[in-house]
């Protein structure tokens, strides 16, 4: 399924860049590649899912349109597949998310629908919405075909890897719902298999690392505080736990602070631009070397689509 | 010479990505790519140009060292081309260069010599030096080897536009002394056609604009206040005003402002960072629209080594 997506992707997709620095290698003690995926349509990977899902649609479902909930980047890919496949999307969004993200989906022709983080079932209101009206739900995450789509990161990085004489390393995705984690283990577990994935996630919005020490999927007790709005989760999925359960390594945490920091370090170094739950796998590189112990590790930078406030924020840490 | 510079830098160039954004073309009314070399090793095309004239030196050259001066971009892509090399580089810097240029230079492992750009003729110093100590001096834009190097983004633009199915374009280059530009026209006239290149400079520091204009090539007549430090040079020269002269269409200016919202769009919409100097060409293909024919327009973003102060200053202006 991953190589299907590759090949529905290839038309429309961007190969983003493998990036380093010597003073990001310095920092970590370690060499530290970056696979830009900010640099991806829409300014994150969700692109990919986003178009692998739709694009695998029948005529009727296109022709009823889709409809998706996310906190803002999956919500921009599927409104942009949609627009490009010429049907119509409806996005179930947080009212606190980010105004750059709202503002985004509703210009890339979705209709933006709002619910509560704290007192919402956004997958409740999901499933209502696309029973009433006759439209295709695209899960953000625990999804085949979406999963699929964000493991076509994990092709590129096998390659780009290969190209710059990468044996092994461990592979650190910023990890919410896990599609990516999933899809990247599952693509390199083929074409790279003496790469490790590791999950990384905020500090308090750790389920992923918990479940995978205890073996059992577990979700976050409260509401995340974290800025990190793109990977904050109840919980993953039945799926995408699965896997991860099977292929990746232990999760890494970090605090919203490192997030900041590393967004400060790509800026400055990677002349990147990065949202908080974006650098949070650069972040576990550069600031968790003790957790690590290859001498290579690539970290996915997943997305960029920050508000310039928070950003200027995170320069003030250089 | 620029294929030979091609295949000396293919196995440490970065081929950088051809970006775009819909909303950065219902800016400019027509479609804008974004040749990505603020992505390049050390933030900025000049690493090409550095490593193509340090791989042509034979082996006395090498051993002696080499000198170069800039403001900063020309320093670091020479620095750390000699680092690679295991030779040593002598960087004559203007006193006032960004903070980040001078220690990034440092962190390459080169010795920095300041001078006063108001009072001070680099040239002059370059000169002395190189012959008191030996070394070889790589002139930063009027110098085959460098325009050679320079020449290799305009191949990669030339194969990229044809992969988006790019037919015809004006092609926008950030211009400081004319060696991205000419080297990109000379490229351009062989495997594009099609294709014009146009400088684009800051309005203080339109020696290229108006030397094109009057067909002589002629200086500014005073010191730039202009923020866009790495293309502001007294004048450009004889071998790159040559090759402008004879393949080049006419220049844009923009202003300091224009150059700093220009980077606030490359931020939010493409999520990479410029510094005011790489961000010229940009801004002209947005806010210049009347001065460009061709439907689609493609700008060279030169380079991303901004302090952190500017940059955030550039984003109070979305």
């Known amino acids: 399924m991953i190589r299907a997506a590759e090949a529905r992707l290839a038309p429309v997709v961007r190969r983003t860049p493998l990036l380093s620095s010597p003073f990001l290698d310095e920092i970590a003690g370690r060499r530290v590649f970056v696979k830009a995926e ?6 994150s990977f969700k692109f990919r899912g986003g178009w692998a899902a739709v694009s695998a649609l029948n005529e009727t479902q296109l022709a009823n349109g889709v409809i998706a909930y996310s906190s803002g980047n999956h919500a921009q890919g599927v409104a942009l597949a949609a627009k490009k496949h010429g049907t119509s999307a409806v996005i179930i969004m947080p009212e606190d998310a980010p ?7 509703r210009a890339l022709g979705a209709e933006v629908v709002f619910y509560n983080r704290a007192t919402e079932d956004r997958d409740k209101i999901g499933d209502d919405m696309a029973a009433a009206r006759g439209l295709t739900l ?14 076509t990161v994990g092709l590129e990085i096998a390659e780009q890897a290969r190209a710059e004489g990468i044996m ?8 919410g719902g896990g599609g990516l984690t999933s899809g990247i283990a599952l693509a390199l577990e083929e074409t790279a298999p003496n790469f490790k994935v590791r999950p990384c996630e905020p500090e308090d919005s750790d389920d992923v690392a918990r479940s995978l020490r205890s073996g059992v999927l577990t979700g976050n007790a ?13 919980v993953s999925g039945d799926i995408t736990f699965g896997i991860m359960k099977k292929l990746c390594g232990a999760g890494l945490t970090v605090s919203d602070g490192e997030a900041m920091l590393a967004m400060a370090h790509a800026f400055q170094r990677l002349k990147i631009v990065l949202e908080p739950g974006g650098a949070v796998a650069l972040a576990a590189a550069l600031f ?5 112990k290859s001498d290579t590790v690539i970290a996915v930078a997943t997305g960029g689509n920050v508000d310039a406030g928070v950003f200027a924020r995170s320069l003030e840490m250089l």
Chains 1, 2 share one sequence.
Do not use: M, Y
Not at 138 to 151: L, R, T
């Open 38 to 43: 900010c640099l991806q349509h829409t300014g």
């Open 99 to 105: 105004a750059l993200k709202i503002a985004n989906t």
């Open 138 to 151: 695209i899960k953000p995450f625990n999804e085949p075909q979406v999963i699929a789509g964000q493991g």
């Open 222 to 234: 409260a509401t995340s505080k974290s800025i990190c709005d793109a990977i904050i989760t109840p």
């Open 168 to 175: 092994d390393a461990e592979v650190l995705v910023s990890c």
């Open 288 to 292: 968790r070397p003790d957790d690590i």
